[in-house]
């Protein structure tokens, strides 16, 4: 069964959603803000090797050096997609924002165009009911 658009529109809790849009954008603000300073600490920190007990079969040296550097180049490129990813996250959070901003002067509007359709409905069918009295 399809729902009017009228309908839908009427069912959506407008209070609950422009009440959570400042919500989400702060959300949105406080990841982006947490992916970056990660990074920037990131970048500043020096890495430390950590010293592990050799097991009975050492591996090569260009062998590790090969697989840290195989690793290193994933880290980077997830630490990539994690940082576009929260970059993404903010600009939609943005335009939520600013949909729930339209959304809510385009309501106001309706319900100023319902009641002038309303008093236009009321006065023609006054000037109706007086022109057929004559």
Excluded: Y
Aim: hydrophobic residues 50%; charged residues 20%; glycine residues 2%.
């Amino acid at each position: 069964m399809a729902i009017s658009l009228l309908a839908a529109f009427k069912a959506i809790p407008w209070t609950d959603v422009l009440a959570a849009a400042p919500t989400i954008v702060q959300s949105a603000e406080k990841l982006w803000g947490t992916v970056t300073r990660k990074k920037n600490e990131q970048d500043a920190a020096e890495i430390n090797p950590v010293e592990h007990p050799a097991p009975q079969e050492a591996p090569t040296l260009s062998g590790l050096d090969a697989r840290l550097q195989l690793l290193d180049a994933r880290f980077a490129e997830l630490h990539s997609e994690a940082l576009s990813s929260s970059e993404l996250i903010k600009s939609l959070a943005e335009q939520n924002a600013q949909l729930v901003r339209a959304v809510e002067i385009l309501r106001r509007r309706t319900r100023v165009l319902t009641r002038w359709c309303a008093l236009l409905t009321v006065i023609a069918a006054i000037a109706a009911i007086s022109l057929w009295m004559r």
